[in-house]
């Protein structure tokens, strides 16, 4: 039988799951009291919590939900990073700093990453970021059609211009001119 203090926990766990996008898995060694202050005052100027969590709550609620595949994470002393915005550069500097806590793995936007994964999404550029460059080569191509349709007729152009003062200069009996080159792009 559960009591209600229990149940409270295990609400404040599924309620962190639900309203954090990024929600990282951490072991957590011992460390001195003012080194934890410190660490949270870092993470926290990021928007980053830091969450102490007991196995014995968390490990009910993950059994049955769709986390289920972070269970192999919690065995020992564990700590929850969660943020609003996934801030996954900013956790990784600060956590370089405090060896004492080792990434784990971590549940971004409800999918679950190992810390090679977590590594490799804080190498991912930003989405605006990746938005520009998407609009730049979506605008970089219709220019790109533009110019080589308008190449073909513009050198034909060119050369009809070539053979027609080529006619007018056999007609009248002298060497035809050249006239200037046209650029054709």
């Keep these: 039988q559960e009591d209600g203090y ?6 404040q766990v599924e309620q962190v799951f639900r ?11 011992s460390l001195p009291g003012e080194d934890v202050v410190l660490m949270r005052h870092y ?13 014995e709550i968390i490990r ?9 595949n972070l269970l192999p994470l919690f065995v020992g002393r564990n700590v929850l ?3 609003q915005d996934t801030k996954v550069k900013d956790m990784l500097r600060v956590l370089k700093g405090v060896p004492q806590i080792n990434l784990l793995g971590a549940c971004i936007d409800d999918t679950i990453l190992s810390r090679q994964g977590v ?14 460059q998407t ?4 605008a ?22 070539q053979h027609i003062l080529q006619l007018q200069a056999g007609q009248a009996g002298t060497p035809p001119e050249t006239p200037p080159a046209q650029s054709s792009g």
């Design 119 to 132: 590594e490799n999404f804080a190498k991912l550029p930003s989405l605006e970021a990746a938005q520009g």
């Design 135 to 138: 609009a730049g080569a979506l």
């Design 6 to 11: 229990t149940r409270l926990l295990r609400q």
């Design 60 to 68: 009910p609620f993950l059994s049955q939900s769709k986390y289920k």
């Design 81 to 83: 990073l969660v943020s």
């Design 43 to 55: 993470l926290r100027k990021h928007g980053i919590e830091v969450k102490f969590i007991l196995n």
């Design 140 to 161: 970089l191509l219709p220019s790109q059609t533009s110019s080589l349709l308008q190449r073909g007729p513009a050198h034909l152009t060119a050369l009809l211009d």
């Design 19 to 29: 309203e954090h996008r990024l929600v990282a898995v951490c072991q957590y060694n």
